[in-house]
């Protein structure tokens, strides 16, 4: 219990400076011990630049891997986006919720998503909502 609260004295792998706090290093990277903040940084920026699946699902753009979005499940999108087609995505899904696909008027607080078999896409107000139940056999 002695030394369970010091802090050890280490150094870099890569550039010998002396640090408190280490990161390792990942297998791939092939570094033998710890790693100081930026060495980290720069080995994780370098090793995941180079990854080509680091596109955009819908642009194709390059961002780098750490400026791409994951997709909401609902949007149908295999891969990331980038910021400017996240936002557009976005945009396009907060209409839809809003307005009534059938008439056009606010959905309200609570959106009422349309059935499959009913043939619509998108979300229903409280109204459409129980014109297209009552219709249903």
Not at 27 to 34: F, I, L, T
Request: proline residues 4%; positive net charge.
């Amino acid at each position: 219990m002695a030394g369970l609260f010091s802090k050890k004295k280490a150094s870099c792998a890569l550039c010998k400076k002396e640090i408190t706090h280490t990161h390792k290093p990942k297998r791939s990277w092939k570094v033998e011990g710890s790693l100081c903040a930026d060495c980290y940084l720069d080995l994780l920026e370098k090793n995941f630049e180079d990854d080509p699946e680091d596109r955009c699902a819908v642009c194709s753009a390059e961002p780098g891997s750490f400026n791409l979005w994951r997709p909401k499940k609902g949007w149908g999108v295999k891969g990331f986006l980038c910021k400017s087609c996240f936002e557009e995505r976005e945009r396009e899904d907060d209409d839809l919720r809003n307005s009534c696909c059938q008439c056009g008027s606010s959905t309200g607080i609570f959106p009422r998503r349309a059935k499959e078999e009913w043939g619509m896409k998108g979300f229903l107000c409280r109204q459409c909502w129980k014109n297209a139940q009552s219709r249903q056999p």
